[in-house]
């Protein structure tokens, strides 16, 4: 025990040193402004009112951009580029983007369709489903830092509701979560301040490569083995073993180690910080981290595909009300997306933790890798246009922007339409074998 306690002070001790070097408050980047545009004048500049300060500045008009572009009085986020020194410093726009999108009937409907079925995948696979939530936002037109902002706000009350439910069910590791919750708000802190530092050096059109980027690379590496894994499994007609990595990781002694009764494994708690970390960063930046903190836990951890989703729940919940302070203070949520989402994934939360009651093992692993290779094509189709609009590449033809646009938004369909279909027909299966074996 008194281990135990030395490892959570020291623990804490890092979390107050993130917290002060790395604290994410304080409102938006240096070279990005809040607020409002307030006035055009004939010389090529405009007056912006700034949000948070009431200050008025003179912004200069890039040359592309002409007077009737700029968007009046809607509240934008608008990345600078700062030239000059001295008294001669003159601020001129890199970038504009409208923070809160228009939400007629049409988009109120697929956020809410977009929520259950996010809601859905959170329960059953304990990701919190954000893999498919902050393309969609992204999709229907939200800046990549509003969607991250809003998505992370959402999943913390959705997260509690699911692993409560889990809890109930036997399978959430509370103790295993509260340690993976500790390191991986510290994460969060890094994760952050890396988001702020391209917004801050490359605008929100690098902001959205970069969430894009990341989404490719972990989903193709990460989506790919896991469907594999899921797949060898389902071939052998077996459950999951614990992988070598975890054997070899449990075989060491290295104070403290801790028990986790329903996991079932004993552990250093030392092990458990990369888990965390790495799962808070992600988290923060592209407000997913589950992808990667349940795979964590399955294959360096030891837990089982349905402790690990469950446990990931708890964490989600831990992480995502902290990092939902921090970007409120830098006041990027759009409450209205968070609601909306939220609303129709408290119901599918707890539709898809009833699922997990069902299914074998291998079936979890099937619907996350499935659904995070297809929704990593949805996210590549975006990233040309996102070079293009740094100027990375020559501009896109007006055809195939439409294309690539085509391509991402059937392929976050066919990512839902999947999910929605695996696990709804699992459950159905699960249920009549259950009916059938207890008549």
């Known amino acids: 025990m008194r281990r135990i306690l030395i490892f959570l002070v020291i623990i804490g001790a890092v979390f107050l040193f993130a917290q002060d070097v790395l604290a994410g408050g304080g409102g938006p980047p240096k070279n990005m402004l809040k607020g409002f545009f307030e006035k055009v004048n004939p010389d090529g500049t405009a007056v912006f009112l700034v949000d948070t300060t009431g200050e008025r500045k003179i912004l200069v008009l890039p040359k592309d951009m002409k007077p009737e572009d700029v968007p009046m009085d809607r509240k934008v986020l608008v990345s600078l580029v700062t030239e000059g020194h001295g008294h001669k410093i003159t601020n001129k726009i890199k970038s504009v983007s409208i923070m809160f999108i228009d939400l007629p009937t049409s988009k109120v409907i697929a956020l809410l369709v977009v929520g259950l079925i996010g809601g859905l995948l959170s329960g059953f696979i304990g990701s919190g489903g954000a893999f498919v939530l902050t393309p969609a936002m992204m999709s229907l037109g939200a800046p990549g830092a509003v969607a991250v902002a809003s998505n992370m706000c959402h999943k913390f009350p959705k997260a509690m509701v699911g692993a409560y439910k889990r809890w109930k069910y036997g399978q959430a590791d509370i103790k295993l979560g509260v340690f993976m919750a500790v390191t991986a708000i510290v994460g969060v802190q890094i994760g952050i301040q890396i988001q702020k530092y391209i917004l801050d050096h490359w605008g929100n059109a690098g902001s959205n490569l970069y969430v894009s980027l990341m989404f490719v690379i972990v989903l193709v590496v990460v989506g790919a083995y896991v469907f594999y894994d899921a797949y060898k499994l389902s071939k052998g007609g077996k459950e999951a073993e614990t992988t070598k990595l975890a054997k070899k990781l449990q075989s060491i002694n290295l104070p403290p180690m801790i028990h986790f009764k329903t996991a079932g494994i004993r552990i250093s708690a030392w092990f458990t910080i990369p888990v965390g970390v790495a799962t808070g960063m992600l988290a923060a930046t592209i407000a997913v981290g589950g992808f990667i903190g349940v795979p964590g836990l399955i294959y360096v951890i030891g837990a089982s595909a349905v402790v690990a989703s469950a446990t990931e729940l708890v964490i989600a919940f831990c992480m995502g009300m902290w990092g939902s302070i921090q970007w409120g203070l830098s006041g990027l949520i759009d409450i209205r997306l968070t609601l909306l989402i939220?609303?129709?994934?408290?119901?599918?939360?707890?539709?898809?933790?009833?699922?997990?009651?069902?299914?074998?093992?291998?079936?979890?692993k099937i619907v996350m890798g499935a659904v995070m290779l297809i929704v990593a094509v949805s996210r590549g189709a975006k990233i040309p246009g996102y070079l293009a609009d740094l100027g990375l590449r020559p501009p896109l033809d007006p055809s195939t922007t439409s294309f690539l646009n085509s391509v991402s938004f059937w392929a976050l369909v066919a990512a839902l339409g999947t999910a929605g279909i695996i696990i709804s027909a699992a459950m159905i299966r699960g249920m009549l074998q259950a009916r059938a074996e207890g008549s």
């Open 342 to 364: 939220l609303a129709a994934s408290l119901i599918g939360v707890q539709l898809g933790a009833l699922g997990t009651t069902y299914v074998k093992d291998y079936m979890i």
